[in-house]
C-alpha cells in the first residue's frame, strides 16, 4: 500500500517562503507523476503544481507561476514544493497526490493515493 506523507507547512508572513515535502513510503515510487493540490476553506479543492517522475516535467496553476517550483528526489521517494513570496491567499490545506496512468495532468482524476495534508497560512 502506498502512503504519502507530507511535512512542512505552517504560519509564515507574506512575502515569506516555505518548503513541503512529501515522501512516498511502502514501497518506491513507480508511478507516472505527482502532484501538490490544496484547498482553502469554504472553497474546493484546486490544482497547484505537478511533476512527471522520469523527466521532471511540470505544470503550475498560472497564479503560482513564478513563485513556487515543484521538484523531486528519486533516491529519496520525495516531491518537494518550493513556495516564495508567499500570498494571504495561498493560505490552505496542501495535499500531494499520485497517479499511475496517464501523463502529466492538473485535473484531481487519475491521481490514485492522497497523502492527508499539511495547513499552510500565510499572515498579511
Known amino acids: 500500500q502506498v502512503q504519502l506523507v507530507e511535512s512542512g507547512g505552517g504560519l509564515v508572513q507574506a512575502g515569506g517562503s516555505v518548503t513541503l515535502s512529501c515522501v512516498v513510503s511502502?514501497?518506491?515510487?513507480?508511478?507516472?507523476?505527482m502532484g501538490w493540490f490544496r484547498q482553502a476553506p469554504g472553497k474546493e479543492r484546486e490544482f497547484v503544481a505537478a511533476?512527471?517522475?522520469?523527466?521532471?516535467?511540470?505544470i503550475y496553476v498560472d497564479s503560482v507561476k513564478g513563485r513556487f517550483a515543484i521538484s523531486r528526489d528519486n533516491a529519496e521517494n520525495t516531491m518537494l514544493l518550493q513556495m516564495n513570496d508567499l500570498k494571504p491567499e495561498d493560505t490552505a490545506v496542501y495535499h500531494c497526490?499520485?497517479?499511475?496512468?496517464?501523463?502529466?495532468?492538473?485535473?484531481?482524476?487519475?491521481?490514485?493515493?492522497w497523502g492527508q495534508g499539511t495547513q499552510v497560512t500565510v499572515s498579511s
Open positions: 497526490a499520485a497517479r499511475y496512468s496517464g501523463g502529466l495532468y492538473s485535473h484531481q482524476n487519475g491521481y490514485r493515493y
Open positions: 511502502g514501497r518506491t515510487f513507480s508511478g507516472v507523476a
Open positions: 511533476i512527471r517522475w522520469i523527466d521532471g516535467s511540470t
